[in-house]
């Protein structure tokens, strides 16, 4: 697949969405958050709670439930060295980004993210890296690693 025809096939799924319907915290109690409906037979939408799900699974459904969390963000960096890795962000902690790699970091190094963001590696504990941001991070958007490339994404913003 050429650059073009990846370009042409994610933006099918770019779409205006109000940042106030989304929600930042999980609902109270939780059977309470939103369900979004679809019924293929009559194609139609609706909406209704979690605490109503038995309503809409067929008889015979199973479902499973595990323990895991969402990740933030997967980002798409360049070293010093020309070489590239893979960060994953999970939280900032008093100015730094903790960061898994997929590969080794050397510490004091500089990462380029993209347009001019660059990151010094602060530290390292065990397996998470600590990144020390080297320009202002309010209101910066995350470049979210897709496939094998690095798309900008305006709606995710760094927390702080």
């Given amino acids: ?13 770019d779409y205006s969405f109000p940042p106030d319907a989304i929600a930042d915290k999980p ?23 979690f605490l109503h799900l038995d309503r809409y699974l067929p008889s015979g459904a199973v479902l499973v439930f595990n323990q895991t969390k969402v990740i933030p963000a997967r980002l798409a960096v360049t070293k010093e060295t020309g070489g590239k890795a893979i960060i994953t962000y999970l939280e900032t902690i008093h100015g730094l980004w903790k960061v898994l790699a997929d590969r080794r970091l050397v510490i004091t190094s500089k990462l380029f993210i993209a347009s001019g963001y660059v990151c010094r590696v602060e530290k390292q504990e065990g397996k998470y890296f600590y990144l020390k941001p080297l320009f202002d991070e309010k209101n910066v958007t995350l470049f979210l690693f897709v496939g094998e490339q690095c798309h900008y994404h305006p709606t995710f913003t760094i927390p702080t």
């Fill in 1 to 13: 697949m050429t650059e073009r025809q990846f370009q042409a096939r994610i933006a099918q799924y």
């Fill in 27 to 49: 609902a109270i109690p939780r059977d309470s958050a939103c369900l979004l409906i679809y019924n293929r037979t009559r194609d139609m939408i609706a909406q209704d709670t």
